[in-house]
T-cell receptor
Framework: GENVEQHPSTLSVQEGDSAVIKCTYSDSASNYFPWYKQELGKRPQLIIDIRSNVGEKKDQRIAVTLNKTAKHFSLHITETQPEDSAVYFCAAVVGAGSYQLTFGKGTKLSVIP | EAGVVQSPRYKIIEKKQPVAFWCNPISGHNTLYWYLQNLGQGPELLIRYENEEAVDDSQLPKDRFSAERLKGVDSTLKIQPAELGDSAVYLC?????????????FGPGTRLLVL
């Protein structure tokens, strides 16, 4: 089955700096890659997603890049703010036809004021 | 638009007791998912429903876990009997289309503690 590796597991940045979280996946047929933000004790919330026919997508301070050849995708947060502090999960669809989202283990981002 | 609703939010039981979780998906969403999230881990799929049909239950431990979605709307997940290792957060999610390419919206989860 699909395997999604996420790095780093923890990340601390100063407010205003950028944060980058990277994920790799194993199944070359995967074609949908969402990113979720989960604050402590709350539900995972979709913040951005990318489909395999696109190399990059941006939404204000958040961007995601996808390299299908290398099978990796990354989340970029610019001008970080304290409210960006949370656990971020990447995910990938398990191949064509199975429709199963496989999540990474998460990155705990701390933005230091 | 109301989000995915789950109850209870917290549950503490003794091992070997039964427990049930309830989920009400977003109105109109015909795909419903149950996930298990252990501390410090990402969600792991237990079962996926398309309307009332369980189309992927390969990850559901069928010796003690069961689920149903009788009318294709609300769903319940049951554990009987519960074990210490079942302590985790049980998340429900729904999406509007078939397949995971459609955005999955998560509920707040039920945090289960088995003593």
């Amino acid at each position: 089955g699909e395997n999604v590796e996420q790095h780093p597991s923890t990340l601390s940045v100063q407010e205003g700096d950028s944060a980058v979280i990277k994920c790799t996946y194993s199944d070359s047929a995967s074609n949908y890659f969402p990113w979720y933000k989960q604050e402590l004790g709350k539900r995972p919330q979709l913040i951005i997603d990318i489909r395999s026919n696109v190399g990059e997508k941006k939404d204000q301070r958040i961007a995601v890049t996808l390299n299908k050849t290398a099978k990796h995708f990354s989340l970029h947060i610019t001008e970080t703010q304290p409210e960006d502090s949370a656990v971020y999960f990447c995910a990938a669809v398990v191949g064509a036809g199975s429709y199963q989202l496989t999540f990474g283990k998460g990155t705990k981002l701390s933005v230091i004021p | 638009e109301a989000g995915v609703v789950q109850s209870p939010r917290y549950k503490i039981i003794e091992k070997k007791q039964p427990v049930a979780f309830w989920c009400n998906p977003i109105s109109g969403h015909n795909t419903l998912y149950w996930y298990l999230q252990n501390l410090g881990q990402g969600p792991e799929l237990l079962i996926r429903y398309e309307n009332e049909e369980a189309v992927d239950d390969s990850q559901l431990p069928k010796d003690r876990f069961s689920a149903e979605r009788l009318k294709g709307v609300d769903s319940t997940l049951k554990i009987q009997p519960a074990e210490l290792g079942d302590s985790a957060v049980y998340l429900c999610a729904s999406s509007s289309g078939q397949g995971a390419r459609e955005t999955q919206y998560f509920g707040p989860g039920t945090r289960l503690l088995v003593l």
